[in-house]
């Protein structure tokens, strides 16, 4: 007789797996076979973790810092948290008003679930990062998805929102720099965002993963700089992740008000406990430490950045905004749409382009439907320069050939 099927929980089919690891997966498998695969689909950096951040997670093993930790991360680490949100932006928070994660994706969960439920509504700006409307959703709540314009270089236009916005509205996710765009909401924006906010006591969610990493002299706005009063409604999450190469090392943070740091310690307690005490102890040496890196880091992105706008717009049909932040483009590639491969499949969508690109012409991309974005295409610069040019070459040759 066969085993019974085990249904599974609602909430688990209303998500999808994460596209951009799903497509890095596939990539990784078919290099395994011996494909010379290019991968632009990988959203981190392609450095090393500093050496003396390594040397502290080392030494952290080596003193025998193994166990278990406070749940909200150690008290040296939410120091050096408030001490950088200090210096670099002049915002005071206390240890009390900050929690370390599992990376900062697991910060915004932890959020939402300490935030939201059944019948609350959060805005959520699209193009977006693949993973905010499942970790609404995995809350009970329904993500309101807020379309952002190309011609406008993806900032948000105030009248827009206000159509998307209603009685039901609880908060609002921002992300500048933006992944997947790498686009920056202007201060006339963030403006209208703060005055809706404070009128209807939404939580503003600023994502600022890809503060470090900004193109260009001018200081980028901020909502808490727009308007200060909102920093008693507002949750800061970033982490180390992107500014010091530490992906793997799993460690976000998020600052906010103390009660609802409270409720996420709560949540925090009962799914992962504490981070990794080796990783904290990691962190703390990056925040501590010198900050020259993510300025190194950010200087090597900018050839990349230029080489990769000349590419890409330089291909017939092509448009791409210029990103002021993180190392993504997104170029809108839907002039090849309706066309047909040489194998006579017919391309009618992103999912159906990348698939083609990566079967194709070895080319590892992230379709733009994942990101709320069907027009377009992502592709990460955070690889050499001899990758980009044959990557870009591929690209062009790959386009060509469609009917």
Not at 290 to 313: C, G, Y
Not at 329 to 356: C, M
Not at 376 to 391: C, D, N, V, Y
Request: hydrophobic fraction near 45%; proline fraction near 8%.
């Amino acid at each position: 007789m066969d085993a019974p099927i085990i249904a599974l929980a609602a909430r688990v089919k209303e998500i999808k797996a994460s596209p951009t690891l799903a497509v890095d997966a596939k990539a990784k498998a078919l290099k395994a076979e011996g494909a010379d695969v290019l991968n632009f689909s990988v959203g981190e950096p392609d450095f090393d973790t500093p050496p003396h951040v390594c040397e502290a997670g080392k030494a952290a093993i080596d003193q025998g810092f193994t166990r278990y930790t406070p749940v909200p991360g150690i008290l040296p680490l939410r120091e050096a948290v408030c001490e950088r949100l200090a210096t670099d932006h002049g915002w005071q928070y206390r240890p009390d008003q900050i929690q370390v994660s599992c990376g900062g994706k697991h910060g915004l969960y932890n959020m939402a679930q300490a935030l939201f439920g059944p019948g609350d509504e959060v805005l959520v700006p699209a193009p977006y990062w693949v993973s905010y409307p499942p970790i609404v959703q995995l809350a009970g709540a329904t993500p309101v998805i807020v379309p952002l314009d190309e011609k406008s270089d993806f900032d948000l236009d105030p009248a827009v929102l206000q159509q998307y916005a209603g009685p039901k509205t609880r908060g609002i996710i921002l992300n500048s720099p933006s992944n997947p765009t790498g686009s920056v909401l202007s201060a006339g924006a963030l403006e209208a965002i703060a005055q809706m906010a404070l009128a209807q006591g939404w939580v503003v969610i600023s994502d600022d993963i890809y503060d470090t990493i900004v193109y260009g002299a001018a200081k980028l706005p901020h909502i808490l700089d727009v308007d200060p009063r909102l920093q008693q409604q507002t949750l800061i999450l970033n982490g180390v992740s992107k500014s010091f190469a530490m992906t793997g090392w799993r460690i976000g943070y998020t600052a906010g008000p103390k009660h609802i740091i409270a409720a996420m310690n709560k949540i925090q307690s009962q799914s992962t406990s504490n981070p990794s005490s080796v990783a904290q102890k990691a962190a703390l040496a990056a925040l501590t430490g010198s900050q020259d890196f993510p300025i190194t880091m950010r200087d090597a992105f900018v050839p990349r950045l230029d080489f990769m706008i000349k590419a890409l717009t330089a291909i017939p049909g092509v448009t791409c905004v210029r990103p002021r932040g993180a190392f993504y483009v997104f170029p809108n590639l839907s002039a090849y749409y309706g066309r047909e491969t040489p194998g006579g499949k017919e391309i009618n969508d992103s999912v159906a382009l990348a698939d083609y690109l990566l079967e194709e012409a070895l080319l590892a991309t992230v379709p733009g439907v994942a990101f709320g974005a069907d027009q377009f295409i992502r592709f990460s610069f955070a690889t050499s320069m001899a990758i980009l040019a044959e990557g870009m070459r591929r690209l062009a040759q790959a386009l060509a050939v469609l009917k």
